[in-house]
């Protein structure tokens, strides 16, 4: 007899086989718990053992959006509409790749740098930036303004007549270029 009280039928070990709910097979230990197949599974609710691990599985089914990673408008707004955050950073980026391509290098390399500090400031400051959200919040700003100052930064140290001159890379410059 099974827990329940009805007869239960044995395995092929000796050792008594319940039926759950839906009348599946439950193996039992001679005590009437289930038996555990493997040191990381416990049984279910239905008594079944059921294989529990935090490793990660070999094949995902589906990832979580980057925080933020949400619409930046409504639904019912066209998709252009939906994703303004990145658009706004392509379209200066796209201005700036222009401006280079016709001999404006500075200026274009400075709003090169600009859009991308433009874009930290969007991922700090909005809560849903659509796709300008990659990685986590703090990842994407720590990104965006690294790569916005150093462009803006390396535009203005731009020869002939650099906007900013700091001595000691100049010194480094000439000290490599001796030896």
Not at 43 to 52: I, Q
Not at 130 to 155: E, H, K, Q, W
Not at 159 to 176: A, K, V, Y
């Amino acid at each position: 007899m099974d827990a329940s009280g009805s007869p239960g039928t044995e395995d092929t070990k000796g050792g008594p086989v319940a039926e759950d709910a839906s009348g599946s097979p439950v193996e039992r230990d001679a005590n009437g718990g289930p038996v555990v197949l493997d040191a990381v599974s416990a049984p279910d609710a239905d008594g079944r053992p059921r294989r529990t691990t935090r490793r990660f599985p070999s094949f995902t089914r589906d990832t979580a959006r980057p925080e933020g990673g949400g619409r930046a408008a409504s639904s019912d707004a066209p998709a252009p509409a939906r994703q303004w955050p990145i658009l706004t950073v392509l379209t200066a980026v796209g201005l700036g790749l222009l401006l280079t391509a016709l001999d404006v290098v500075r200026f274009g390399t400075i709003l090169i740098g600009v859009a991308l500090l433009a874009g930290a400031a969007m991922r700090w400051v909005l809560p849903d930036v659509g796709m300008l959200a990659v990685r986590s919040r703090f990842t994407d700003m720590v990104t965006y303004g690294v790569l916005g100052v150093a462009i803006v930064l390396l535009a203005m140290m731009a020869q002939p007549n650099p906007l900013l001159e700091i001595p000691f890379l100049d010194d480094t410059l000439h000290f490599t270029i001796r030896t």
